[in-house]
């Protein structure tokens, strides 16, 4: 389970502990190297990679905590391993990134390797865990990477420390960029655009399961036969309830094959199923709504030309949502 919902609770706690330990946030400095477009990196990191989802903390409302925009500290917990946070991408340059050089930035979201770097004294491990969708990044073309750095740059330092994880050190291993990942039958410059998006939005992340392994379900990658064909159990604010990511192939009976463009379109940048039933989190539709038409519609040409995959997603044990 990667996302969950309890992080938000979990979310909450921690900036009870900011108010105690009296953090503040300052304006910095920000290091003037970059040279990439910063307008577009920005559609990259909130609507395209969603990096806010895991790198903002959320309140008890669920809504992303502004003072703590892209600092880190939400909390992953990960099965018989511990706990790992998200880290500040802030400009900071103690606890953020602030100090590290763009190429710094860029290794450590394409391989999952950051630079050696303190935490209040601690050495911060470098090798990053793959809920840290690196692996997927890895495919992020040299300019839109360097124009998310650019964008990066543009954030208000906010001096938080997130809580250090506890991930045995031997469970860290790098996971290397996705292999397989199949092109659409028709294998046009729009598919092509569309597996690039499905790619660095990381729909593959969580609508594939994890491959199977007897020692870490991290360590080696997703289940490329079931590639896209969902069963990733999410958390629920209701305890013990979870939802299920779709299959999202075009098998008629399991996965979308019957629905029409319009209806791909409108779940996942509206957030409304084939029924009009509204999809509940962690699917990140309101990030998407800011997707381009073209970028969306490369989408739908790619999940509609993947191999289908016959697989019947067990059924959610919690309700379906309000949409907001
Ligand atoms: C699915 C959740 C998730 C998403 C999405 C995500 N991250 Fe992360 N990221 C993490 C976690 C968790 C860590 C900490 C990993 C660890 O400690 O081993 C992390 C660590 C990092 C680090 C290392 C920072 C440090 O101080 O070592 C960088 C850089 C980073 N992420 C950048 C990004 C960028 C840029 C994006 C969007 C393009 C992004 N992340 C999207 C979960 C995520
Ligand atoms: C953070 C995890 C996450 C990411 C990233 C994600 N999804 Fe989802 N998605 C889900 C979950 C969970 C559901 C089930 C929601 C529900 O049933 O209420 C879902 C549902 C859907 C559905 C509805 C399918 C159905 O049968 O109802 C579609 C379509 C979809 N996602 C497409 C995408 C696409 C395309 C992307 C990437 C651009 C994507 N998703 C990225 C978690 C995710």
Redesign the pocket.
């Known amino acids: 389970m990667?996302?969950t919902l309890t992080s938000y609770a979990i979310a909450a706690c921690a900036v009870a502990l900011c108010a105690l330990a009296a953090c503040k946030s300052d304006s910095g400095t920000n290091p003037p190297t970059t040279t990439g477009d910063k307008t577009h990196g920005e559609y990259?990191?909130k609507n395209?990679?969603?990096?806010?989802?895991?790198?903002t903390q959320r309140g008890v409302t669920g809504l992303p905590i502004d003072s703590l925009n892209m600092a880190?500290g939400?909390a992953?917990s990960i099965p018989n391993l511990g706990t790992?946070?998200?880290?500040?991408?802030t400009s900071d340059s103690t606890h953020?990134?602030g100090a590290?050089t763009d190429q710094q930035?860029i290794t450590?979201?394409r391989t999952?390797i950051?630079?050696m770097?303190m935490?209040n004294g601690v050495a911060?491990?470098?090798?990053?865990?793959?809920?840290?969708?690196?692996w997927l990044?890895g495919y992020?073309t040299d300019s839109d990477a360097k124009d998310?750095?650019a964008y990066?740059r543009t954030l208000k330092a906010v001096s938080y420390d997130?809580p250090m994880?506890t991930?045995p050190a031997a469970a860290?291993v790098t996971w290397p960029k996705q292999a397989g990942i199949p092109d659409a039958t028709t294998n046009d410059a729009t598919t092509q655009r569309g597996k690039y998006l499905v790619t660095?939005a990381?729909c593959i992340?969580?609508h594939t399961i994890p491959a199977a392994t007897t020692t870490n379900p991290f360590a080696s990658g997703v289940n490329m036969s079931l590639f896209l064909a969902g069963g990733r159990p999410f958390e629920t604010i209701e305890p013990g309830k979870l939802i299920m990511s779709k299959n999202i192939t075009p098998d008629v009976a399991t996965g979308i094959g019957s629905w029409t463009s319009s209806q791909i379109d409108s779940a996942f940048a509206f957030g409304w199923d084939d029924q009009h039933r509204a999809l509940c989190p962690p699917m990140p539709w309101e990030a998407f709504n800011g997707m381009t038409s073209t970028d969306r519609a490369a989408i739908v040409a790619y999940l509609r030309g993947i191999p289908a995959v016959s697989n019947t997603v067990p059924e959610d044990t919690t309700l379906h949502c309000p949409h907001p």
């Open positions: 990667r996302r990259l990191v395209v990679a969603v990096c806010g989802d895991c790198h880190g939400v992953f790992v946070y998200s880290r500040n991408l953020g990134i590290w930035i450590a979201f999952g950051a630079p770097h935490h911060m491990d470098s090798v990053l865990f793959p809920v840290m969708p690196y990044y992020l998310i750095v990066l997130p994880d991930i860290r660095v990381a992340d969580c």
